[in-house]
């Protein structure tokens, strides 16, 4: 029969193989989680601070608008309108909601001089390289232009759903050029500018 030292010492022993295993359990996680760090979007304040000294509401008269200096065909394009009708009479919050679906479309190049003042230090590559892995490879763009049930397009049109906007219609057919190359084919059935989209007209992807 087994001393009561003896017992003990079994219980002691396996306390602590116990422990090792749930400090060797978490840490496990942890080192996963140190070794993939998300990465930070642009920053959007030091921009602000660039090219307007932080002014979100501000209106010179120079035909850019807001803490970001938007004009006002870029905002329309891409969906500004739904906040109010020129960036500096929408809020912080807003105007950033706008500058994030131009970044996913055109990266930092709206920005060319502010952008390289955040934090990073090379924001805009880092915005190329998030474009890039948000377009498709290339053997996956046939099924993109085939797309007729879920999407609405064809292999060159799309026929607009309520609530879109140009920068989102570009966005999801992966249209060649972006907003600005979607608008420019569309002109003539988007006469009176790019935000004036109206469900079932039917717009040219591809020249």
């Known amino acids: 029969m087994p001393s009561p030292l003896a017992k003990r010492s079994v219980e ?5 193989l116990l422990v090792l295993l749930s400090v060797l ?11 993939s760090p998300a990465r930070p979007g642009p920053d959007w304040e030091r921009i602000a601070a ?10 010179t008269g120079n035909g850019y608008h807001g803490g970001l ?3 006002p065909a870029t905002w329309r394009a891409y969906g500004g309108r739904r906040y109010a009708p020129r960036a500096d009479l929408a809020t912080r919050d807003e105007q950033i909601a706008i500058a994030e679906r131009i970044v996913r479309d055109r990266g930092l190049s709206a920005w060319p001089n502010c952008a390289r003042t955040t934090d990073d230090g090379d924001s ?4 190329t390289e998030r474009n890039a892995s948000d377009d498709p490879a290339p053997q996956a763009a ?9 999407g609405h397009t064809t292999a060159r049109t799309y026929v607009v759903q ?9 966005e999801r057919t992966r249209t060649p050029g972006g907003t600005k190359a979607l608008y420019d084919l569309n002109k003539d059935t988007l006469d009176k500018g790019p935000d004036h989209i109206y469900p079932g007209q039917r717009l040219q992807l591809r020249a």
């Open 142 to 150: 046939p099924r993109t232009r085939s797309r007729t049930s879920s």
């Open 69 to 71: 200096q938007i004009d």
């Open 124 to 127: 805009t590559s880092r915005a």
């Open 12 to 16: 002691t022993l396996l306390s602590v």
């Open 50 to 59: 660039c090219e307007s000294n932080g002014r979100w509401h501000i209106n």
């Open 162 to 170: 309520p609530g879109d906007c140009l920068s989102v219609i570009a």
């Open 25 to 35: 359990g978490l840490a496990a996680p942890s080192a996963a989680a140190a070794g």
